[in-house]
């Protein structure tokens, strides 16, 4: 087997895709046929208890409240080392946050980050953010539940440059309520010496990196992921930004989506393929 340790010269072949919160993987539906089309196998796999449909974790929320940073990161470390060779991780917003922390444990090819969350050490807060979290963060009680959003407050959070009205039809697809402890715990990673979103910014064999932000995203903004993409920089290994500035949090299910998944794509080959096969591709 393929060693899961540091960059590759090996071309992957496999395509991990990291959901947020709030969401499922139903979220990645329209990438998965997508990237298969192009020859990859790619998995999108639920956080542990999450392998029932939304509609069922909507009726049963216990398994949502369960959830802990490490506890997901572990999740996926162990299906990724599972693999034959490392795989492509493109994670959106917490996803994005468990890419950099996967990333940081050794594991994968590369790594592309949408609307990502923050890692310990980003001090970036918006007000928006702030809107976005407060149906979270309003009451402590939250941090032991699963806390879901209104179809306003989703609208305002993650399709904010659609209507109330088209905002709707994709609230009922795809929100669920999200764990209360994975956003405290995510809040207050700066006041905690062992928090579980630590990463190493200074890690000279991590592979490559990808942040993609939207330019009206109100759940992270451009300036958080600004601030993971400098920090990422320190470790001097490849790390690069795009921005599009007309998108909402929600781009890996709104209109236009096929750019942004082309995108990660063609980058992620352009920078874990061998040097002789290098292909023509955005490199940021």
């Known amino acids: 087997m393929t ?3 540091g960059p590759t010269q090996v071309a992957p072949d ?54 802990t940073i490490d506890g ?14 490392p795989p492509i991780i493109i994670g959106h917003s917490f996803g994005g946050t468990l890419t950099q922390l996967l990333l940081d444990r050794g594991v994968g090819a590369a ?10 050490g980003i001090r970036v807060v ?33 399709t904010n440059t659609l209507s109330e009205e088209e905002s709707q039809p994709l609230y009922d697809r795809y929100h669920i309520p999200a764990p209360g402890r994975i956003i405290w715990d995510g809040v207050l990673a700066n ?26 995203d109100h759940v992270n903004p451009a300036a958080v992921n600004k601030s993971n993409y400098k920090h990422q920089q320190k470790s001097g290994g490849v ?6 500035a007309d998108r909402p949090h929600f781009m890996p299910a709104l209109a236009d989506w096929e750019s942004i998944a082309d995108l990660a794509l063609a980058w992620a080959v ?6 002789d096969v290098k292909q023509l591709a955005p490199t940021a």
Request: net charge positive; proline share 8%; aromatic share 12%.
């Open 72 to 85: 997901i990161a572990d999740h996926y470390e162990a299906i990724i080392r599972g693999l034959d060779k």
């Open 191 to 216: 006041f905690s010496p062992n928090s579980p979103a630590k990463v190493d910014f200074k890690k000279t064999d991590r592979a490559p990196l990808l942040f993609i932000a939207g330019g009206n």
């Open 270 to 275: 352009n920078h874990t393929a061998p040097a």
């Open 3 to 5: 060693s899961n340790n």
């Open 111 to 120: 790594g592309v980050c949408l609307n990502s969350a923050v890692v310990k």
């Open 126 to 158: 918006k007000l928006s953010q702030l809107r976005s979290f407060f149906t979270v963060l309003d009451n402590p009680a939250h941090r032991h539940q699963a806390v879901g959003f209104t179809p306003k407050q989703f609208h305002y959070s993650f």
């Open 14 to 67: 496999t395509i991990v895709l990291v959901h947020g919160l709030w969401i499922t993987p139903r979220a990645w539906e329209k990438w998965v046929p997508r990237y298969e089309s192009q020859g990859f196998r790619v998995l999108a796999p639920a956080y542990p208890g999450f392998e029932v449909e939304v509609e069922a974790l909507r009726e049963d929320p216990s398994p949502i409240e369960k959830q």
């Open 239 to 244: 790390t690069n930004y795009v921005e599009f």
